[in-house]
C-alpha cells in the first residue's frame, strides 16, 4: 500500500518561505510523474508543479518563479519550494504521485495547510 506523507506546511507572512515535503512508500519512486497541487477553500484543486519520471519540470503561470519543485530519488522525498509568497497561495497542498503505464496509478497525500497571512 503506498503512502504519502506531507510535510512543512504552516503560518508565513506574505513574502515569506516554505519548503513543503512529500515522502512516498513505494518501491519504484522515480517511475512517476509527481505532483504538487492546491485547493483553497471554495475553489478546484489546481495543479501548481509537476517532475516527470525524466526530469521534465513545469508550473503553473500563478506560481512560475516563485515555487521550485525538486525531487531526491534515494529519499523517496519531493519537495516544493515555496517563495514570496502571496496571500492568494493560502490553499491545502496536495503531493500526488502519477503513472500510466497502460493502467494508471494516482497516489494522494493528505494535504498540508499554508496559510499566508499577516
Known amino acids: 500500500q503506498v503512502q504519502l506523507v506531507e510535510s512543512g506546511g504552516g503560518l508565513v507572512q506574505p513574502g515569506g518561505s516554505l519548503r513543503l515535503s512529500c515522502a512516498a512508500s513505494?518501491?519504484?519512486?522515480?517511475?512517476?510523474?509527481m505532483n504538487w497541487y492546491r485547493q483553497a477553500p471554495g475553489k478546484e484543486r489546481e495543479l501548481v508543479a509537476t517532475?516527470?519520471?525524466?526530469?521534465?519540470?513545469s508550473y503553473s503561470d500563478s506560481v512560475k518563479g516563485r515555487f521550485t519543485i525538486t525531487r531526491d530519488i534515494p529519499k523517496k522525498t519531493v519537495y516544493l519550494q515555496l517563495s514570496s509568497l502571496k496571500p492568494e497561495d493560502t490553499a491545502r497542498y496536495f503531493c500526488?504521485?502519477?503513472?500510466?503505464?497502460?493502467?494508471?496509478?494516482?497516489?494522494w497525500g493528505q494535504g498540508t495547510q499554508v496559510t499566508v497571512s499577516s
Open positions: 500526488n504521485l502519477h503513472l500510466d503505464s497502460g493502467h494508471v496509478y494516482d497516489y
Open positions: 517532475i516527470t519520471s525524466t526530469d521534465t519540470i
Open positions: 513505494v518501491s519504484t519512486f522515480s517511475v512517476y510523474d
